[in-house]
């Protein structure tokens, strides 16, 4: 796995991918090499028009690439329920379900459900869109779920399981990020749990990109209006950080190899994790507690309304 790279990717012709936030930064350069593999890929983003100056992008690096735009708004369990009913009109099968976009670092707002936001769009909006296309995941013949992760998860003790949203104690942005990384991977692991337990050929994995710089920073800063916040990101992302490109390669190695397994983790090489190529790395005690896992689990479908794979 030295060194690897996109030029390492196997042949992809006949899968078909869902990449959620494709429009920009790791679901973009996903998308893209997913594409040029020969792979055919679902644009699920919030926007028409972002979505398709990507789609625009793509074709030109990969002329003849195999797009197709679906709205989707992760904060918005409506609008996954819509994807996901669309989707299975349109598509009889999926290989690959990336759970690529995300939030970090917001102030206080809720989604349309009112679940904190990040809590809301990183983790159940994902758990929700997994278990609406979990019946097309199985027909494929060796399907994937691809969550992306962070080392932001080391951030937090543990989940909260009795204020998930926030409603009573004081908010902290930052943990509620950390706490939804973390809520990532106890999804990745648990989901796995159950897959093998129903004898499924899918697998669940995850991934993180290290520091990549992308605008997952700034949106914080300028929900806040900060200017000075938007500067100091703006500063590590340039001073610090990686690029997409190279923060793409862990979920695209995790995505594609063939010698990927459910439940591995993988991740840059370098700087504590924070640069590099990928390779299979670990994660800490709490994103391995299978007592924690399974109560997210079942709190999960309890705020969502969606169930599946039950134990």
């Given at each position: 796995?030295?060194?690897?790279?996109?030029?390492?990717?196997?042949?992809?012709?006949?899968?078909?991918?869902?990449?959620?936030?494709?429009?920009?930064?790791?679901?973009?350069?996903?998308?893209?090499?997913?594409?040029?593999?020969?792979?055919?890929?679902?644009?699920?983003?919030?926007?028409?028009?972002?979505?398709?100056?990507?789609?625009?992008?793509?074709?030109?690096?990969?002329?003849?690439?195999?797009?197709?735009?679906?709205?989707?708004?992760?904060?918005?369990?409506?609008?996954?329920?819509?994807?996901?009913?669309?989707?299975?009109?349109?598509?009889?099968?999926?290989?690959?379900?990336?759970?690529?976009?995300?939030?970090?670092?917001?102030?206080?707002?809720?989604?349309?459900?009112?679940?904190?936001?990040?809590?809301?769009?990183?983790?159940?909006?994902?758990?929700?869109?997994?278990?609406?296309?979990?019946?097309?995941?199985?027909?494929?013949?060796?399907?994937?779920?691809?969550?992306?992760?962070?080392?932001?998860?080391?951030?937090?003790?543990?989940?909260?399981?009795?204020?998930?949203?926030?409603?009573?104690?004081?908010?902290?942005?930052?943990?509620?990020?950390?706490?939804?990384?973390?809520?990532?991977?106890?999804?990745?692991?648990?989901?796995?749990?159950?897959?093998?337990?129903?004898?499924?050929?899918?697998?669940?994995?995850?991934?993180?990109?290290?520091?990549?710089?992308?605008?997952?920073?700034?949106?914080?800063?300028?929900?806040?209006?900060?200017?000075?916040?938007?500067?100091?990101?703006?500063?590590?992302?340039?001073?610090?950080?990686?690029?997409?490109?190279?923060?793409?390669?862990p979920q695209l190695y995790a995505a594609s190899m063939p010698d990927v397994r459910g439940g591995d983790y993988y991740?840059?090489?370098?700087?504590?994790?924070n640069r590099g190529y990928p390779k299979k790395v670990g994660s800490n005690q709490a994103s391995r507690d299978e007592?924690?896992a399974r109560r997210l689990w079942e709190l999960s479908e309890k705020l969502t309304g969606v169930r599946y794979l039950?134990?």
């Open positions: 796995m030295s060194h690897w790279t996109t030029a390492d990717m196997p042949d992809l012709k006949n899968k078909l991918a869902v990449v959620t936030g494709a429009n920009s930064g790791l679901g973009f350069h996903t998308a893209l090499e997913l594409a040029r593999n020969g792979a055919q890929v679902v644009l699920a983003c919030r926007g028409r028009e972002k979505a398709e100056s990507a789609m625009n992008a793509i074709k030109v690096a990969v002329p003849g690439a195999q797009l197709e735009f679906m709205a989707l708004d992760l904060a918005d369990l409506d609008s996954i329920a819509a994807f996901a009913k669309a989707f299975k009109a349109r598509h009889q099968k999926l290989d690959i379900l990336h759970n690529n976009a995300g939030v970090m670092a917001l102030p206080l707002v809720r989604t349309k459900q009112g679940f904190e936001m990040q809590i809301g769009t990183n983790h159940l909006g994902h758990f929700a869109l997994a278990g609406l296309l979990l019946d097309v995941l199985l027909v494929a013949s060796a399907a994937r779920v691809v969550s992306t992760a962070s080392l932001a998860h080391n951030w937090t003790r543990s989940m909260d399981f009795g204020d998930l949203n926030w409603e009573r104690k004081r908010y902290k942005k930052w943990d509620a990020y950390g706490k939804s990384k973390l809520a990532n991977l106890l999804f990745t692991y648990e989901l796995q749990r159950r897959l093998s337990k129903a004898g499924a050929r899918a697998i669940s994995v995850a991934a993180h990109p290290g520091y990549a710089a992308t605008n997952l920073q700034t949106a914080g800063p300028t929900m806040e209006k900060s200017a000075l916040g938007r500067m100091f990101m703006r500063m590590g992302n340039a001073l610090l950080a990686q690029s997409a490109e190279m923060g793409a390669l991740g840059p090489d370098r700087m504590g994790g007592d924690s039950s134990e």
